[in-house]
């Protein structure tokens, strides 16, 4: 084990004792039991190891690496630059290169497809929670793009939606005496259908979260709505929505972080453009392509904070909900 | 007026059908074309490619019916990736589920310093995106010895800070008083965990045990990087599935049906864990009995 | 409940022991044992069980029965995925811990970046002069930077203009389709003007009511900047000054602008399409296709029902008026960090040696790299293949050779984009110039 990981891991337990301390001589009345603790640190034990080695370590690295000029062909030629990496990020910026674009579609694609991917999802996960003849088929129909590959819906897709007359789609339109679209070549249309798509592709994952969550939801109460006199839309309202609420909470923090890392839809479906790249495919892109790790590692430690510090508003606007 | 509601209701029942119908087409028509696909030779694939019949199994022809398949069995010999993409995939679905449960039952249910912190630090892990991290991940577990083995496969995935989070978000949910019952009768922590945190959350176990497994089965990238490429003198490969569908499409001489017959064979452990999952998710509610 | 607790601790335990006994197992690759032979490593980018694959195994079977006891190459097929998935991603995490095999294949545009960040051995000096010499010299330019050979080619590639001759002589372009190579009179030799390459096209657009030719525009790839850059080369543009730091100047310079529109007044024309239907020439729709030699097999078994009549002519000739042509495959490298460099470079050698060159571009459809391979295949002498090597002899002109050469086939990429969608040229090109030299700062450090 390197010196690298010794110290990490030292300094992980530094602040974690810090933190422990920290808790203890805030807890007041409310103290500590140390067999209690015990337990539950034995339980996190595991998870801590694997956490500290596979997650934090390489995420400490990589952080590391914005500060720095690392080009991957010269793992052993790597200085630190101190900001230059962010400075030459806000001069994109301000410039609308790469970046700008891509933060842009980013945060537009964010902001269309969370709330329409859970809509799909709860829509979906309402019409096969009532258990009915058939049910199961359903349940796999709509779960099915979720596992399904990428490049066999991106070829059907490209397909239908081909920007001419011998697409399926464009076909039907000439038909109709409208005129020929450009859908995935154009920039006006590109990103609407990716989100469609995405959300298309995406919605039966959280289906299948809705559908736990509604199994939590005791069928007591509906009977007794019901004895009440109450409707079918005033029980969703009244039941349905607040026993959904914990459950929708993970749902939207996930799925936006999930969005915020969109990048293989537009890799298959239109390529690197303007009008569609997002910030996970400029990492990608400078990172694996120009193989620019410094500058790549810069991006997504601005990502990072970006996307952190919006879950953080998120849970705490939400907060009354956990 | 009661033949009215029934009427009513029939109607109803009919219309969500058709509804719940058309919807069932459009999601499943990639499915349904990649099936009918994978029965045919490339040259009624791309003869077809556009029109209804391109939807439809090509059961005319019984010889080249399986042939596709026959050809990746025989050939390609593609039972032997199915056969590590099942063990890689047990293998990390049960030890990260035990793993992630463990650690959300600590953070949910346990009250002790420095857990604010640890909690803190879980949900941050989330966030952070992990394209940049793969080629450092690769780094530390090459100097740990395992690249070239099967352990740099099982072992790094066993632990996931979004099962954590998710694990923990449910335990907190279980009702106090089934725990306080048991210790009562004198059960220790980890009976707890298991009869009463784990026995009352089989839905979520299920749910994410489902997600967990289609991640790890779809996975390609690191396996490529870590494991030893099939070396052709004999040995058993170590590629899981993805990885060989990989190389796979990339054989000058395979038909887009071979292809499609190969990714029907790589989808459907899938569906089948997904559908099997989902039958649990209603049982293990049931036999539960809380909330 | 004891038992419990013991179990997870030992779990963890049994976590940390496997963290911690890392740096043990160094990596063993390349390493000699104490009298056998000295063992290298090499890996390829196909799988073993494709022709090419099954190409460079035989030849590695054939150099350890000729070494036996001395040296003995150990072959491991990691195939190249979609989007350079697989065997790049290899490649990459080897070079960051140091941990490449003795000898790999790269793209021959790598041979720059790889270079100069002393990733490949300076093969210069290691390689007996005939065989050097046997090179073509669109192979050694590829394989040098900065004056060292840092990479030998494994085989040749070029493009040129593949045409249906049943439609030409519809189209009146000649008589028969017998006669219809000589009718039109194109040759390496005395090859056809831009001009009258768009006079063609445009009497068999409007015979057809179709493109006259696919470009194979909708394609996202490296194919953008290798099928289409000669046609800025034959226009007198550059793509980037020699030592590949400048673009300004270069990548948007007069005669750059006027290849670009060159191509750009193809698709305004209707001449050729952005998004060209799939396979147009192959099953029949469009007289024409710029393609590389991998077509020539796919025409003589696949598509013999659809096109069964076809020829190739040369590539079109710009202002310059002279015949450019894009050359460059995969090579054989030697890694700077091998412990047996002699051996290494004797390996890539027999690797790219004669008998592995005939045996490998049998297997691929490509050109052979190597003189004295070209010289004893007969298929060279006559026919397409024939015309796809004195092209190459004639007009070869390699894809430039400097470590940028991913910022740059991108930019490419993206400038062909935007001018068939219509964009302004000289705009176009004046905004990729900058953004490449944003990006090309990058790397002086």
Request: overall charge negative; some cysteine; charged content about 15%.
């Amino acid at each position: 084990m390197n010196t690298f990981t010794l110290g990490l891991i030292a300094v992980f337990i530094l602040i974690l004792a810090v933190c422990v301390l920290w808790d203890i001589r805030k807890s007041g009345e409310f103290k500590f039991k140390w067999s209690h603790s015990l337990a539950g640190y034995l339980f996190m034990a595991p998870a801590l190891v694997l956490i500290v080695l596979f997650v934090i370590q390489p995420i400490v690295l990589s952080l590391w690496y914005g500060f720095t000029d690392y080009y991957l062909l010269e793992p052993n030629n790597i200085h630190y630059i101190g900001l230059n990496n962010f400075s030459s990020l806000t001069k994109d910026l301000s410039g609308q290169g790469d970046f700008y674009h891509a933060l842009k579609n980013t945060l537009y694609f964010m902001l269309f497809c969370v709330p329409l991917q859970i809509a799909v999802a709860l829509g979906l996960a309402l019409l096969v929670n009532k258990p009915r003849k058939g049910g199961g088929f359903f349940k796999v129909a709509f779960f099915s793009p979720v596992v399904m590959s990428l490049a066999v819906t991106s070829f059907l897709w490209l397909y239908m939606l081909r920007p001419d007359e011998k697409g399926l789609i464009n076909g039907l339109l000439v038909k109709m005496g409208i005129p020929v679209q450009g859908f995935f070549t154009d920039p006006d249309q590109a990103m609407n259908l990716i989100i469609l798509l995405s959300a298309w592709q995406g919605a039966g994952m959280q289906m299948i979260i809705f559908l736990a969550g509604l199994k939590n939801i005791s069928r007591d109460l509906y009977e007794a709505a019901q004895l009440d006199g109450a409707n079918r839309w005033k029980s969703f309202l009244n039941i349905t929505m607040p026993g959904l609420k914990p459950i929708t909470l993970f749902i939207l923090i996930t799925t936006f972080i999930a969005a915020s890392r969109l990048m293989i839809q537009p890799m298959i479906l239109t390529g690197y453009k303007e009008f569609t790249v997002t910030l996970s495919y400029l990492i990608y892109n400078e990172g694996y392509v120009f193989k620019m790790v410094g500058y790549a590692s810069a991006i997504a430690l601005l990502v990072t904070v970006l996307i952190g510090s919006m879950t953080l508003v998120q849970r705490y606007v939400l907060r009354e909900v956990d | 007026m009661k033949g009215m509601t029934v009427n009513n209701k029939g109607f109803r029942l009919l219309f969500i059908y058709l509804f719940m119908s058309v919807l069932a087409v459009l999601f499943l028509f990639p499915t349904v074309w990649m099936l009918a696909a994978s029965t045919k030779p490339d040259v009624l694939i791309y003869s077809e490619t556009g029109k209804l019949s391109s939807f439809i199994p090509n059961i005319t022809d019984g010889s080249v019916f399986l042939r596709n398949y026959a050809i990746l069995l025989t050939d390609y010999k593609i039972w032997r990736f199915m056969l590590n993409s099942s063990f890689y995939s047990a293998f990390i679905v049960v030890g990260n589920i035990i793993v992630s449960s463990m650690a959300g039952y600590a953070l949910a249910k346990f009250h002790f310093p420095g857990k604010t912190f640890l909690l803190g630090l879980i949900v941050f892990l989330i966030v952070v995106p992990i394209e940049t991290t793969i080629i450092p991940l690769y780094t530390i577990v090459h100097r740990l010895g395992l690249t070239g083995t099967i352990f740099a496969v099982l072992i790094p995935p066993l632990v996931s800070v979004f099962n954590i989070f998710l694990f923990r978000q449910s335990f907190v949910s279980v009702p106090r008083e089934l725990e306080e019952a048991a210790i009562m009768d004198g059960a220790s922590k980890l009976q707890v965990y298991y009869h009463i945190i784990l026995a009352t959350s089989k839905p979520i176990i299920a749910t994410i045990a489902t997600l967990n497994f289609i991640g790890v089965w779809n996975d390609y990238i690191w396996p490529i990087m870590v494991l030893p490429a099939p070396s052709g003198n004999g040995d058993w490969p170590l590629y899981p599935i993805q990885a060989a569908l990989n190389t796979l499409a990339q054989q000058p001489m395979i038909e887009t049906g071979q292809i499609m017959a190969a990714l029907t064979l790589a989808t459907i452990p899938l569906i089948v864990v997904y559908a099997l999952a989902q039958k649990y998710i209603v049982e293990g509610f049931s036999t539960a009995g809380i909330k | 409940m004891n038992k419990g607790w013991i179990g997870l601790v030992l779990v963890s335990m049994v976590l940390m022991l496997v963290a911690c006994s890392g740096e043990a197992s160094e990596n063993s690759e390349g390493s000699q044992e104490s009298d056998g032979p000295v063992k290298l490593s090499m890996w390829v980018h196909v799988s073993e069980d494709t022709l090419e694959g099954k190409a460079y195994k035989t030849r590695a079977k054939a150099f350890n029965d000729a070494n036996v006891g001395k040296i003995e190459i150990e072959v491991q097929y990691i195939a190249r995925g979609g989007g350079g998935t697989g065997y790049e991603d290899k490649v990459n995490a080897a070079l960051t811990t140091s941990s490449l095999p003795d000898v790999l294949t790269l793209d021959g545009p790598n041979t720059g970046a790889y270079a100069k960040s002393g990733i490949l051995l300076d093969l210069s000096d290691r390689l007996p002069e005939e065989s050097k010499n046997d090179f073509l010299n669109t192979a050694l330019q590829q394989g040098t930077y900065e004056g060292k050979l840092y990479s030998l080619a494994i085989q040749e590639s070029t493009v040129a203009v593949f045409y249906n001759k049943d439609m030409f002589v519809q189209a009146g372009l000649c008589k028969s389709v017998e006669s219809c190579d000589q009718d039109l009179g194109i040759t390496v030799e005395d090859p056809w003007t831009q001009d009258e390459f768009k006079q063609i096209a445009t009497t068999l657009k409007n015979k057809f009511n179709k493109p006259a030719i696919d470009l194979h525009l909708g394609s996202q790839d490296e194919w953008v900047t290798f099928g289409l850059a000669p046609f800025i080369w034959t226009n007198g543009g550059e793509l980037i000054s020699e030592d590949g730091i400048e673009v300004q100047g270069y990548f948007n310079s007069e005669n750059t602008a006027k290849g670009f529109a060159f191509i750009q007044s193809m698709i305004n024309e209707g001449l050729s399409a952005a998004v060209p239907e799939d396979n147009a020439f192959e099953v029949g729709i469009y007289p024409m296709s710029l393609s590389s030699a991998w077509t020539i097999p796919l025409m003589k078994y696949s598509y013999v029902d659809t096109v069964p009549h076809w020829g190739v002519l040369p590539y079109p000739v710009g202002e310059s008026g002279k015949l450019h042509v894009p050359t460059g495959s995969w090579a054989f490298g030697v890694s700077e960090s091998t412990k047996h460099p002699e051996e290494a470079a004797k390996i890539a050698e027999w690797m790219t040696n004669k008998e592995s060159t005939i045996m490998v571009t049998n297997a691929t459809g490509l050109l052979p790299a190597k003189a004295s391979a070209y010289a004893e295949v007969s298929k060279y002498k006559e026919g397409p293949d024939k015309l796809f090597m004195d092209q190459l002899i004639a007009g070869g002109h390699p894809r430039p050779n400097v470590f940028a050469y991913p910022e740059l086939t991108f930019s490419f990429q993206q400038a062909i984009d935007r001018i068939v969608n219509g964009k302004d040229v000289g705009e176009t090109l004046d905004q990729l110039t900058k953004q490449l030299e944003v990006k090309l700062e990058r790397h002086k450090r």
